[in-house]
């Protein structure tokens, strides 16, 4: 009876490890992000299913908000000019 309850006991952690570790999260659709030769990406944060990308331009900096669920751009900011581009 011993040797059941600890067998049993091996098993259902092992069982919880291994769903633990699939990380239940699910994978992000490929995204691209067309920006001019010289920028760079600066960098990003999430929030409600979108990303927010902090690109340097060389005509000055941008945050572009995309869909986390697309990928697709949905907005962008210019930093100083006091109302968003799009």
């Known amino acids: 009876m011993g040797v059941l309850i600890v067998a049993g006991t091996v098993a259902l952690v092992v069982l919880l490890v291994q769903r633990a570790g699939r990380g239940g999260g699910s994978s992000l659709p490929p995204m ?4 001019p030769a010289g920028s760079r990406i600066v960098g990003i944060a999430g929030a409600e299913g979108r990303f927010a990308v902090l690109v340097q331009r060389p005509d000055g900096d941008r945050i572009v908000f995309l869909d986390a669920r697309t990928g697709r751009p949905v ?12």
């Open 32 to 35: 691209s992000l067309e920006l």
């Open 75 to 86: 907005g962008e900011v210019i930093p100083g000019a006091g109302v968003p581009v799009r």
